[in-house]
């Protein structure tokens, strides 16, 4: 077999393999949920576990940032090796269509343009000669600005949420993948919501799989990450502690 019949024979195989993983995480289209909950159960569900989440954590965006302009985009390497690209760029719009069902939060907009969060996966090379990499290099060298942090210390992947006075105000995600990739596991949408919502959407995923384990609405995550841009994008635009901030974000998600 030749070596792209063999490599496109193992992503499906591996593929196969691990479908169920974004089940786990909570992050999944709305296409993949078989609950037995209602609308209304499900919508209740995402109000509290929005809320829960609010305790525990503490950043938001500014209102007046919102819609938030948003890119995922895969490197040449990846696009021309794997046949992951497209199954990614289809998960990243599909969380985008999700958040913007109410009200329009997210703006999908081109790796090239003006942005104020994006996840990118490739190599640090490609990485780096974009124009938004240099734009977030130059902006936030500062350590003061770096609002919350999570890099592999085995490779150069990084999240990263950059503001001030418990505003983020950019948000980005990498992950140093090469074309060697064995199959499609990651999920774009996951990452992207790592970057909008820092420390609120590993709360968020531990409790849908505290109250329902393996057998949770997918889209109930999702759910409560809607909720928690929108309530953001209503608060006022004035710095407050964390304690205001906690208080009037949770009547906000109680107002709804």
């Not at 350590?143 to 919350?148: A, F, G, K, L, P």
């Amino acid at each position: 077999m030749s070596d792209p019949g063999r490599r496109n024979l193992l992503l499906r195989m591996v593929a196969a393999s691990v479908v169920v993983l974004p089940l786990a995480t909570g992050v999944q289209g709305p296409a993949a949920s078989q609950s037995a909950l209602t609308e209304d159960e499900l919508e209740r569900i995402s109000r509290e576990i929005a809320i829960e989440a609010v305790k525990f954590a503490s950043l938001r965006w500014p209102p007046g940032q919102f819609p938030l302009r948003v890119a995922f985009a895969a490197g040449e390497n990846l696009k021309q090796n794997t046949d992951c690209s497209e199954e990614w760029q289809r998960q990243f719009e599909e969380y985008v269509r999700f958040i913007n069902a109410k009200s329009k939060l997210l703006t999908p907009t081109s790796i090239n343009d003006a942005l104020d969060a994006y996840v990118f996966y490739g190599a640090f090379s490609e990485l780096e000669v974009l124009p938004v990499f240099k734009l977030e290099e130059a902006q936030f060298q500062s350590i003061e600005r770096i609002q919350s942090r999570n890099q592999d210390r085995f490779s150069r992947s990084f999240q990263f949420g950059y503001g001030a006075d418990g505003f983020i105000e950019f948000g980005s995600n990498f992950k140093d993948l090469g074309a060697n990739l064995v199959a499609c596991y990651r999920n774009p949408a996951e990452a992207l919501a790592d970057a909008l919502l820092p420390s609120y959407v590993g709360i968020v995923s531990a409790q849908v799989y505290r109250r329902f384990g393996d057998r949770a609405d997918p889209t109930l995550a999702w759910r409560a990450h809607r909720r928690l841009l929108s309530a953001m994008s209503w608060l006022p635009d004035n710095p407050m502690d964390t304690a205001q901030y906690k208080r009037a974000l949770i009547r906000s998600l109680s107002d709804e």
